[in-house]
């Protein structure tokens, strides 16, 4: 779990600005997230991003990348 961190770092010094290395770290703490929770991450972001535009704002947190929320 280290190396990709390792890895990653020199390429994260290129993000093109903070604000953009801080939405890729979001980006990539919601895909580490998805697996640890035993979601396939591309699954998850596919469907999530589909439910996105007409997702009421209250409920936001249900499509969060948790055990306990289901995405098909």
Sequence with gaps: MIRPVAVGRKNWLFAGSLHAGQRM???L???DT???????????????????PSWPNRRL???????SNTFR
Excluded at 34 to 52: I, K, V
Excluded at 61 to 67: T, V
Aim: charged share 15%; aromatic share 10%; hydrophobic share 45%.
């Design 25 to 27: 770290a979001n980006i």
């Design 34 to 52: 998805a697996q640890l929770n035993g979601l396939e991450p591309y699954t998850w972001l596919r469907d999530m991003l589909t439910r996105l």
């Design 61 to 67: 947190n249900k499509l969060l990348p948790y055990a």
């Design 29 to 31: 703490s919601l895909l």
